[in-house]
C-alpha cells in the first residue's frame, strides 16, 4: 500500500524517534508499505517519519544490494569527507551539494530483530547517513551553510510556484551514475 510521504514543515521530519521493540507482521507489513513507497516516489531511502511515524528505522535500495530493512541503526566509523548533490523526497524537487563521510559503518536490526552491521561507501555511505538523519529529527538542508539552505527553499518555491522543472538526479534516486 502507497503511504503519503511527509513533506518539510510537516513536525514530524523535526522529531527525534523511538526505538523499534516490537518485530512482528505489523512491522513485516510496514516496510513492504514502506519499500512500495520508496520505489514509486522514486527514492533509495525512506525513513519512517517520513510517512508519519516516528520509529528509528527506515528502509533501502542502493541498486547492488537489494531492499533491505534496518531499525534502530547506529552509524560509526566514520571516515573521510565527501561533498555530492543530495536530495530528499521530504523536501521534492532541489539538489544541493552536502557534505557526508566517505565510508561509515551502519548497525541496526533486521525485521526479526537480529542484529547486523554493514560497512558502506559511496550511495550506500550517503543514504545510511541521510536515513539516519531522518531519525533524529534532521533533514538533509539542516547539514548546509545558510546559503546552500536558502538556495534550496528558493529552488523548491520556484518548483512549487511552476516557474521551473526540478531537475531530475537519478544518480541520487536510483543509485545510477550520471
Known amino acids: 500500500m502507497l503511504m503519503p510521504i511527509r513533506t518539510l514543515g510537516d513536525p514530524v521530519l523535526k522529531t527525534p524517534c523511538h526505538p523499534v521493540t516490537v518485530f512482528d507482521d505489523a512491522?513485516?507489513?510496514?516496510?513492504?508499505?514502506?519499500l512500495?513507497?520508496?520505489?514509486?516516489?522514486?527514492?533509495?531511502?525512506?525513513a519512517a517519519p517520513q510517512v508519519g511515524l516516528s520509529k528509528r528505522l527506515f528502509v533501502f535500495d542502493d541498486g547492488a544490494g537489494g531492499p533491505l530493512f534496518m531499525a534502530n541503526p547506529e552509524v560509526t566509523g566514520r571516515?573521510?569527507?565527501?561533498?555530492e548533490d543530495e536530495g530528499c523526497l521530504s523536501?521534492?524537487?532541489p539538489f544541493h551539494p552536502t557534505p557526508r563521510s566517505a565510508t561509515v559503518v551502519c548497525r541496526g536490526q533486521d525485521l526479526d530483530g537480529a542484529w547486523?552491521?554493514?560497512?558502506?561507501e559511496g550511495l550506500?555511505?550517503?543514504i545510511f547517513q541521510h536515513e539516519t538523519d531522518h531519525l533524529d529529527g534532521m533533514l538533509y538542508i539542516d547539514r548546509l551553510d545558510e546559503q546552500g539552505r536558502r538556495s534550496v527553499l528558493a529552488?523548491?518555491?520556484?518548483?512549487?510556484l511552476g516557474l521551473e522543472e526540478p531537475r531530475k538526479k537519478r544518480g541520487f534516486l536510483r543509485g545510477e551514475v550520471e
Open 27 to 34: 512491522l513485516k507489513r510496514l516496510a513492504q508499505d514502506m
Open 36 to 46: 512500495e513507497t520508496m520505489y514509486d516516489a522514486p527514492g533509495v531511502g525512506l
Open 79 to 83: 571516515e573521510g569527507e565527501i561533498i
Open 91 to 93: 523536501i521534492p524537487g
Open 116 to 120: 547486523y552491521e554493514l560497512p558502506a
Open 124 to 126: 550506500l555511505a550517503r
Open 155 to 160: 529552488d523548491l518555491r520556484r518548483f512549487e
